[in-house]
């Protein structure tokens, strides 16, 4: 398959590009520091990168922003960085990304456990990721051609939890992560929220 | 108990201030035809509305538009919608209410059973009502002085289904989707999705 991965360079989407390029083709896109540049933010950016890559069998999302904050200092501003580049971004991907898919193509996109096992400080982006998977419930029902869209909600990445100096005891290394990536790419589901917590992939 | 109720003229909305007014003190807001008038996608109008009616001990919210249409025809203007009124409409009702609320008050907002059981046309909706669900989880854990907040994910309503011209079978009542802001508003729960479908209530 020819695959395209956005948010190639983060620590989980580095993982999930390993991950797949023993089997497939993956063309990496991020913000920076790579040739295929994309804002999820705008959709003028997103329509280039399309434009640029022609037609693939997947398109794959582990990518976007969001603020982590107590809620009475979540500001404006906050709220309109999940909505913009993690929520709105990644289904701006879907939208004008439907006729970039091949026929039974696939969208992967992220969200992250906080939707489902909120804690304090993630008020919106518990918002954000089970606002992803609503939607990916909801358009499941209705892509054209046999395409099909799932999203990965990973617990803690032990890798992201050593960078911030945290217990990295419960984490799940990004290696076991990208599993769930290859199976929502390779598998045949649809609509799904796909956990990737420590001890279940 | 002294309660501010948004969205009263709505066919859910008139159904729980008539469940409410039998015990408790209802004030009444909505978009028009009432003396407290609220644009939820105006925070400034949100602001003027806690001005205006002082401390209460719970707000309610049945109010908020969000748009019903298939996928490829979903515009930039329909998902706006959406965000801007269902969704940040309500929870800017929460963020600007804190100090509205007296000690153990709560807020009890509105999602739909499109977050959970989707349906072609809805993805949208899907997304507002299931990133409502995701906020009121995490905000939850965070509110000061024993404040609660909770979300009503009602069923199809026989009343909409009738005015629809739809087979009203499979609808549930509006006065029985009331009863379930009801227990929200007089029960201890936090952070939950109350759904009222026909036959749970």
């Known amino acids: 398959m020819k695959i395209l991965l956005i948010g190639a360079t ?60 107590p809620l009475p200092a979540l500001s404006d501003a906050d709220i309109a ?30 969200s992250g456990i906080l939707s489902r096992q909120p804690m304090p400080g993630g008020a919106a982006i518990s918002m954000v990721n089970a606002g992803l998977e609503g939607f990916v419930r909801g358009a499941s029902l209705e892509l054209p051609r046999g395409l099909r869209i799932n999203v990965v909600s990973p617990g803690w990445v032990t890798e992201t939890l050593m960078a911030l100096k945290m217990d990295p005891g419960k984490g799940i290394p990004a290696a076991q992560v990208a599993k769930v990536y290859v199976k929502a790419i390779e598998g045949s589901m649809n609509g799904q929220t796909l956990d990737a917590l420590p001890g279940m992939v």
Chains 1, 2 share one sequence.
Request: proline fraction near 0%; hydrophobic fraction near 45%; charge should be positive.
């Open 81 to 110: 960085l999940g909505l913009g580049s993690k929520l709105m971004g990644q289904i701006n991907l879907v939208r004008l990304g439907l006729d970039t898919l091949t026929d039974n193509g696939s969208f992967t996109l992220t």
């Open 10 to 69: 983060g620590t989980i989407g580095a993982a999930v590009a390993q991950a797949l390029e023993t089997r497939h083709e993956v063309l990496r896109a991020g913000r920076t520091r790579l040739a295929l540049a994309v804002d999820l933010e705008d959709k003028e950016s997103i329509r280039r990168l399309y434009a640029k890559v022609g037609r693939v069998d997947a398109v794959v999302s582990a990518a976007g922003q969001a603020a982590f904050r």
